[in-house]
């Protein structure tokens, strides 16, 4: 339906700031809402933050006011901004988008890009 493809992770140090990356192919007027998600090691994939085909945003707890989710239509890329980074925030991000198309929901995920945050 939709591919995804990430870029924008690395290595930073704590306090420091990074950009993610998303850049939507395919049928992405079907796409409802797109977002990041987080996978630590041994941990579960969690959401960090989406955005909605009417620009509504949600934030989890831990990243309000460091993190900021964005897109620019034209060029079907969606953006997370983060700054203040801790070592808590290290992991694999994942993009993801939700949308419907003949009338059936559907889920893609990006191939997820590695953030690492030193101490």
């Known amino acids: 339906q939709v591919q995804l493809v990430e870029s924008g992770g690395g290595l930073v140090q704590e306090g420091g700031s990074l950009r993610l990356s998303c850049a939507a192919s395919?049928?992405?007027?079907?796409?409802?809402?797109i977002g990041w998600y987080r996978q630590a090691p041994g941990k579960q994939r969690e959401l960090v933050a989406d955005?909605?085909?009417?620009?509504?945003?949600n934030y989890a707890d831990s990243v309000k006011g460091r993190f900021t989710i964005s897109r620019d239509s034209a060029k079907n890329t969606v953006y997370l901004q983060m700054n203040s980074l801790k070592p808590e925030d290290t992991a694999v991000y994942y993009c993801?988008?939700?949308?419907?198309?003949?009338?059936?929901?559907?889920?893609?995920w990006g191939q997820g890009t590695q953030v690492t945050v030193s101490s």
């Open positions: 993801n988008v939700k949308g419907r198309r003949w009338a059936m929901n559907y889920e893609s």
């Open positions: 395919g049928f992405t007027s079907s796409i409802n809402a």
């Open positions: 955005i909605s085909s009417g620009s509504s945003t």
